[in-house]
């Protein structure tokens, strides 16, 4: 009976070593995978076209097409590869100053009063308030110079009939 269990322990811890070492080495190769993945995208693959030219003695001549073009289409794609990641620094850039300006903001409110924090959320109302009122106006002045370029175009397609 203790030769069983001590060989079914065996047989046990070796098959968990056995799935262990086996998801390691698939961790590892999803690992590669998603690196070439990553890889694949950033260097865009260069287009497989070809022309076939037949000459007198009816043999195909294959010949790549668009080299010059695929080449220029190559590193365009590298410039907005660059400017994506330019705007992808700054978009980091900004969030990190946010996070930093939050922080302190909830700083300086933890030592605050509750009137200053009440003046404060007053100023962010104003401030919203102006905000909606510049673009009510905006709206409004948009709309009259509309009705006003409406009039003159009933007067031209008068003037045309």
Known sequence: MKKILGLTAIMVLAMSQISFSAY???DADVKRLIKLGKQ???HPAKEIETVTTESNDDEVEVVPAGEATSSEKARRMTEDAKAK??????KEKLAAQ??????QLRAQRKNMS?????????QRIK??????NS???KYNHTNEM????EERLDAIQNKLN
Request: aromatic content about 0%; glycine content about 0%.
């Open 24 to 26: 390691r080495n698939t």
């Open 40 to 42: 694949k995208q950033s």
């Open 85 to 90: 990641a330019e705007a992808k620094i700054e």
């Open 98 to 103: 946010r996070k930093t300006e939050a922080k």
């Open 114 to 122: 509750e009137s200053k924090m009440m003046d404060i959320e007053i």
């Open 127 to 132: 401030r919203r308030v102006e905000k909606i």
């Open 135 to 137: 673009n009510i106006e």
């Open 146 to 149: 509309l009705e006003q370029m």
